[in-house]
């Protein structure tokens, strides 16, 4: 299948070329390898800004990459293609973060939700305990018709731009 490689599906960003453009070279997000990595950024954020998911994407090379929320998925990956993007929320659990919440939403990346195990694996990797998939999966479609990207919401595969039928299969990089 073209666009999927042994490590995941490749996701190339899909957002405004304006945010694409703003990214700085040396200030994506931060790399998570390991549970000790995540503790020490999550101990350097406020408390406020631990109650609500973070912004993530999976680099190419199959790490874990955080930034604070309101942080764009294209600049958290340093401009480049993704395995997955999404939110993500931790909580204290027996002495160690875990995972509380995560989702594939990211507008921006619009990554298919087989990259649940390009996540998967970075948490895993990174000794991070998690959920076994999702916990908001994000469908996203390209119209065929008006090729603008959108989200089916309760299963309703029809454009809310132009009103056309989308794709039953994910084409958003097409």
Same mark, same amino acid.
């Given at each position: 299948m073209a666009g999927v490689s042994a490590a995941g /599906?490749?996701?190339r960003y899909v957002g405004p070329a304006e945010l694409l453009t703003a990214v700085r070279p040396g200030a994506e997000g931060r790399v998570v390898r390991?549970? #000790? @990595? !995540? @503790? #020490?950024w999550l101990t350097g954020r406020e408390k406020a800004e631990l109650a609500e998911p973070f %912004?993530?994407?999976i680099g !190419? @090379?199959? !790490?874990l990459r955080l930034a604070p929320r309101r942080s764009e998925h294209v600049a958290c990956a340093?401009?480049?293609d993704v395995l997955g993007a999404g939110e993500i929320?931790?909580? /204290? #659990?027996a002495g160690s973060w875990v995972v509380a919440e995560v989702s594939n939403q990211s %507008?921006?990346?619009c990554p298919h939700l087989d990259s649940w195990d390009a996540v998967a694996h970075a948490l895993d990797l990174a000794g991070i305990g998690r959920p076994a998939g999702f916990t908001h999966a994000v469908v996203f479609r390209r119209c065929a018709a008006c090729r603008e990207i959108g989200i089916v919401?309760?299963?309703d595969f029809v454009c809310v731009f132009c009103g056309s039928d989308l794709p039953a299969e994910w084409n958003v990089a097409a």
């Open positions: /599906r490749r996701h390991s549970a #000790a @990595d !995540l @503790d #020490a %912004t993530f994407v !190419l @090379d199959g !790490l340093g401009g480049g929320g931790f909580e /204290r #659990a %507008t921006g990346y919401r309760e299963g």
